[in-house]
Each structure stands twice: as structure tokens, then as C-alpha cells.
């Protein structure tokens, strides 16, 4: 494998992957609704003779097969959903669908897999085995499209070596990728609470099950989960942000209604917090004479990256474009469906840097903001760097 060439293929692919994010840029769709989304990824896929059918209603599940035993699989994800976040960036590809952005960089995704397909397919003699591309459509709410793929099953039948993502990341120099071998994002779940008690007249508490002190201790007692039960290795964060107590200054309301979330890297611990969470509401609101309902809705799993991917994937990208251009990611306490993936699969979830020359001036943006603009330039090593990976990764397989 030839790394400079696929660099100047690469490059000479840059125009077209650009005109293909900003075609996506120009038309972002909701989670479940990328309708128009995965018609013009097909449209480019049959276009170059890529096979592909959809997947989990608005993904696309595209197939190259190479050479020797085509039931070992190599799949490379991107994901192809917007955000509900009207775009503020004036440049001539903006959103045309008002209140809906590309703001966490699925656009780049969806472009780099696209021009990553195109490059393998041209090189499937090269390939072992088969290479799925899997534009996967709803990362960004649940319960996931990632779930919804994996109910289908789309690859019974082989035996898949790896399943690799990639995220762009604002705050890495364009050209730069980041890795984290093992635990890298967290499990996220929802708490819904309600504090049932007896309001009244707030002069004469004393007549009442008061449902707000109640909460307010509930509150302060769950950061036990993270400061008492916790083992000091296992970072943990339970935060409330939502708490409804609809009295008035002098009525005591019947019940508290309360929304939070708990995060965590370690599933064995996260099924130990969840039940320690239901155990500390039920027995503080009964010091206090009240009732509770806890309602934990399971979120994304953690994203755990196999450490032999991950280290072959982090040398690679130094072999492609010379030392310093990888970082060691941080934890990362935010949620990813693809931690479905790394359940069932050896699996790599990397970083690819968009935040041109220094990330420092805040140029690129924030992820999730309507100002979000990541630098292009970072297509072209997105590309040679998922079409590099997947050809090892292929070749490793003979
Ligand atoms: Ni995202």
C-alpha cells in the first residue's frame, strides 16, 4: 500500500468531498427524517457502481466486496443527522432548512465516507474481504440509530473485524487526530423523579408532607452516588437540571417533579449507580414522610475503543503524515450512540481535528452551536486517512 498515493488520490478527491459536504450542509435534516440525505448519498454511491440499500429506515448501508474470504467485514460509520439550531455562519452553502443545522460536523461525516468509498472501491482489488460503509442517520437522539441498525442485523453472517468511526473535534489543528485506547466516551441515562407529598398552607407545615424539602434532600443525597459510591477510578457525574415545584410563596405544592442524567465509563458500575440512585431516593424521601417515582430511561452505552485498533490505527496516521500529527484524547463525558457498536463489535471511535491552524482563536466554533464552522481542509486527511485504515485493516485480514 502506496500512502502517498492515497494522500494525492486524496487530494485530487478534495474538490469533489467538498462539494459533497456542502450539498449536505446546504440541506440538513432532522434525526429519523435524512429522507433527501440518504437519497443523495445513494444517488452518489450508484453513481460510482457502489452497491447500497437502506438500513434503519434513512441510513445507508453501502457494500464493496474485495478479494479472498468475503465474510470477514471491515464497516466504517459515519453519521448523518442535524440539529434542531438555526445556522448564524454566513457563507453561500448555509442552511436552507430554517431552524436545522449540520452543527455537530455529520455533514463531514457523511462527505469523508462518501470520498473514502469512492477511493476503495476503485482499489477493491486491493481489499480482503468486504467493506461495508454505514451512514447511519439519528446519532443525536435516542434511542439511536445505532440501536435501530444493530435490531436489523445488517451484517449476520460475517464476521466483522472492526467498526470504525469518526468524529470531527474543534478544539484539534486541522490535520491533527486524536485517540484513546479503551474507555473513552460515557454512558448517558435520564432521570425522571417525583416527589409525592401533601401540600398546604406554608404557615402551617406542620399539617403537611412538604414534597420540596424532600427534593432538596434528594438532591443533595444522590451526590453521594458520585462521592461516597464511586470508586475514585471511575469518574461519574450525576447531575439535576430541571426541577418543578409549582407552589407560591405561601403554597406548598403536592409533588416536585425532577429531570436529570447520570454518566459514567464502566457498565457494570453504571448498573450499581442506577440502582443505588433509586435506592437513595426511596429511603430520603421516607425520612421526610413522602413518596418518589424514579423513572431511569437507558441512554447510549460507553464508547469502549479496542486498544490494538486504536494503536494500530494511531500508527498508521504517522506513517500517513509524519510524527505529531496524533493527541491522546481525553474522557469524554458526553454520549455517543456508537458505544452500541463497541458493545458488540471490536470497535474505534477516533477524533479528526477541524480547527484549522490554531483552535486556540476559536475560529471553527463550538460543536452544537449555530456558529459551528469547521475548516474543510480537514476533508482531505479525513479521506486518506479512513481509506488507508480501511485497506490495512483489509490487508491484516489475509
Ligand atoms: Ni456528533
Redesign the pocket.
Known amino acids: 500500500m502506496e500512502l502517498e498515493t492515497i494522500i494525492a488520490q486524496a487530494c485530487e478527491l478534495d474538490e469533489t468531498v467538498r462539494g459533497h459536504r456542502r450539498h449536505l450542509h446546504e440541506h440538513p435534516e432532522l434525526s429519523f427524517e435524512e429522507h433527501a440525505t440518504a437519497d443523495y448519498i445513494a444517488s452518489v454511491l450508484e453513481q460510482e457502481g457502489i452497491f447500497c440499500r437502506r438500513v434503519a429506515g434513512t441510513g445507508v448501508l453501502a457494500r464493496i466486496e474485495g478479494r479472498g474470504d468475503l465474510h470477514r467485514a471491515v464497516v466504517l460509520r459515519a453519521?448523518i443527522d442535524a440539529l434542531p439550531i438555526e445556522e448564524q455562519n454566513a457563507v453561500a452553502y448555509a442552511s436552507k432548512n430554517h431552524g436545522v443545522m449540520h452543527a455537530?460536523?455529520?455533514d463531514l461525516?457523511a462527505a469523508v465516507l462518501l470520498g473514502t468509498l469512492t477511493l476503495l472501491n476503485r482499489r477493491r482489488t486491493e481489499l480482503c474481504g468486504t467493506l461495508f460503509g454505514l451512514f447511519q442517520p439519528g446519532?443525536?437522539l435516542c434511542p439511536g440509530g445505532a440501536s435501530l441498525v444493530l435490531k436489523e442485523d445488517p451484517f449476520a453472517g460475517y464476521e466483522v473485524q472492526a467498526v470504525v468511526g469518526e468524529?470531527?473535534d474543534p478544539d484539534l489543528p486541522t490535520g491533527v487526530l486524536g485517540f484513546r485506547p479503551g474507555k473513552y466516551m460515557a454512558s448517558s441515562d435520564e432521570l425522571r423523579i417525583t416527589v409525592r407529598g401533601e401540600g398546604g398552607h406554608a404557615a402551617m407545615p406542620q399539617r403537611l408532607k412538604d414534597p420540596v424539602v424532600a427534593a432538596a434532600a434528594v438532591i443533595t443525597a444522590l451526590q453521594q452516588v458520585v462521592s461516597r459510591n464511586a470508586d475514585s477510578r471511575m469518574p461519574t457525574v450525576l447531575s439535576i437540571g430541571r426541577v418543578v415545584a409549582d407552589g407560591a410563596t405561601n403554597v406548598i405544592p403536592d409533588q416536585v417533579y425532577m429531570e436529570g442524567t447520570l454518566r459514567t465509563f464502566n457498565e457494570v458500575w453504571r448498573t450499581e449507580a442506577k440502582r443505588r440512585v433509586c435506592e437513595i431516593v426511596r429511603h430520603t424521601v421516607a425520612a421526610y414522610g413522602t413518596e418518589a417515582d424514579v423513572r431511569i430511561s437507558d441512554g447510549y452505552p460507553c464508547v469502549v475503543n479496542d486498544p490494538t485498533l486504536t494503536e494500530q490505527a494511531r500508527r498508521l496516521v504517522g506513517e500517513l503524515f509524519g510524527a505529531g500529527h496524533t493527541v491522546e484524547l481525553d474522557l469524554r463525558p458526553t454520549a455517543?450512540d456508537f458505544g452500541y457498536y463497541t458493545q458488540r463489535y471490536p470497535s474505534l471511535f477516533f477524533r479528526l481535528g477541524v480547527g484549522g491552524t490554531d483552535p486556540a482563536t476559536g475560529e471553527a466554533g463550538k460543536?452544537h452551536t449555530s456558529c459551528f464552522n469547521p475548516d474543510e481542509k480537514a476533508l482531505h486527511y479525513g479521506v486518506a486517512n479512513l481509506t488507508a485504515l480501511a485497506l490495512r485493516l483489509a490487508e491484516a485480514e489475509v
Request: proline letters at 0%; aromatic letters at 0%.
Open positions: 453519521d455537530c460536523g455529520h461525516h446519532e443525536e468524529h470531527v455517543e460543536l
